[in-house]
């Protein structure tokens, strides 16, 4: 998903910026973006915005609250670690499952304890 968004978004970027030329004529930035493309890119934007919202709320816990944080990363380094070696071509994915985990691990301590 994330290479489609980055060449399609590149596609769009590049068609707004630039007049284009086929071999045989040119076509001008406003008349190659479409409401299509525009709405596509609205959207992707707001996905991405979503899914990074709780990663920034958890990083900026942790700057607030650091010495109460240092626990949430007992093991971690270990973890993150493996991760990468395990999937040395997948670094995007290996850094995003790593923030999932942080994001877990935060939910977790954060989340009410339930008493008998």
């Known amino acids: 998903?994330?290479?489609s968004f980055h060449e399609q978004s590149n596609r769009a970027k590049n068609a707004a910026?630039?007049?284009d030329f086929d071999g045989t004529r040119f076509t001008?930035?406003?008349a190659s973006i479409t409401v299509d493309m525009l709405a596509k890119t609205g959207d992707w934007n707001a996905e991405?915005?979503?899914l990074t919202y709780p990663k920034l709320r958890m990083l900026r816990e942790w700057a607030e609250n650091f010495d109460d944080s240092a626990e949430l990363l007992d093991g971690f380094v270990e973890f993150a670690e493996k991760l990468k070696a395990a999937h040395t071509e997948e670094l995007d994915e290996v850094a995003e499952a790593i923030m999932?985990?942080?994001h877990r691990r935060l939910l977790r301590k954060t989340k009410p304890q339930l008493r008998d």
């Open 1 to 3: 998903m994330k290479r």
């Open 17 to 19: 910026l630039y007049v």
């Open 48 to 50: 991405f915005l979503g």
């Open 100 to 102: 999932n985990e942080l």
């Open 28 to 30: 001008s930035p406003d």
